[in-house]
């Protein structure tokens, strides 16, 4: 048996801390305005040196669609020659298409991984326009940590790493076709902002205040629940069960609460698995500072 070479990477999930849609672009994409937190709900990648490209996930429900890991390593070897292989084994934790963010953190998992397993020269700008090909919110996941978003998500202004606070998340697990594009074909003009509430809450992260949880709307939730019946008694649910805020994150269906007691987050967490059972996956979680995209900090064994 040769010996190969090999690498694991964790891939958190994000929420979103308020998120503005501004206008609809001559692209067909959206402006946006929200604040990206990566979160201790991590999926994890082990990518081994392999003659062929492949990848295999430990969640059967993974549709090839919301697998964003094999496009991102073949983006990323592109023509280089001779062309690299890998296997890509990828251990889902973060609920898939609930608005965590998992399939793009995977992928940006990927290329730092991949980068760093193949050694290749790519530079981190270079890194960062093939993310933003891949999805919007990708380039965010390179680094992850805590950011503003702007542009279709992918202008990225690096924030202080709010601390001392707990999430508790609720993921329903229910599934809504063509999700994030047929939401944003769906806002209306009155779901539409300026931008003020994402910038107000930025500027106070930006001087080391705490999350504000007045400023944490979010332009989906009109369209998203008049999309999926039920989902709008969610956050009185959660009210009742202790949460004293509710919001969405990305275009759903995940909900979450903010706190800034670990126990009460706790306890937030089993009253709501009692009220809601196998419906939802229920964690509780904390923010995951940023990361080195550097290859040299990866270990490589
Ligand atoms: O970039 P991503 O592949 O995640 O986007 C999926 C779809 O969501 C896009 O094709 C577009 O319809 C919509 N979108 C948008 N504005 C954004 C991000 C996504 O309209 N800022």
Redesign the pocket.
């Given at each position: 048996m040769p010996y190969l070479r090999s690498l694991t990477v964790t891939a958190p999930a994000k929420l979103n801390l308020g998120l503005e849609i501004l206008r609809r672009r001559e692209d067909?994409?959206?402006?946006?305005a929200t604040i990206f937190l990566t979160v201790s709900l991590c999926d994890e990648l082990t990518l081994t040196e392999n003659e062929r490209l492949e990848a295999h996930c430990d969640d059967p429900g993974l549709g090839a669609e919301e697998n964003l890991v094999l496009r991102a390593a073949k983006a990323l070897r592109g023509n280089t020659s001779p062309r690299p292989g890998a296997t890509i084994e990828l251990r889902k934790a973060i609920p898939v298409a609930a608005g965590l963010g998992g399939a793009?953190s995977n992928a940006a998992a990927t290329l730092v991984a991949a980068r760093a397993l193949w050694r290749l020269p790519t530079s981190d700008e270079e890194l960062a326009l093939l993310a933003g090909q891949i999805?919007?919110?990708v380039p965010f996941f390179l680094h992850g940590g805590c950011a503003l978003g702007r542009g279709?998500?992918d202008v990225l202004k690096r924030l202080p790493f709010p601390a001392d606070v707990w999430f508790v998340v609720v993921a329903p697990r229910i599934s809504i076709p063509r999700k994030?594009?047929s939401l944003?074909?769906s806002l209306q003009t009155s779901d539409l902002s300026d931008g003020a509430m994402v910038a107000a809450q930025a500027a106070r992260l930006q001087s080391g205040h705490d999350i504000d949880q007045s400023l944490l709307a979010n332009a989906f939730s009109r369209p998203l629940y008049e999309r999926v019946p039920g989902l709008p008694e969610l956050p009185e649910l959660m009210r009742r069960a202790g949460a004293p805020t509710v919001a969405l994150s990305g275009a759903g269906p995940a909900h979450y609460t903010t706190v800034g007691d670990p126990e009460l987050a706790q306890q937030i967490s089993v009253r709501l698995r009692s009220d809601l059972g196998n419906t939802a996956c229920i964690a509780v979680v904390t923010p995951v500072p940023e990361r080195s995209i550097l290859p040299g900090d990866y270990d490589v064994s």
């Open positions: 067909g994409y959206h402006d946006l793009s999805g919007s919110d279709r998500g994030t594009a944003y074909a």
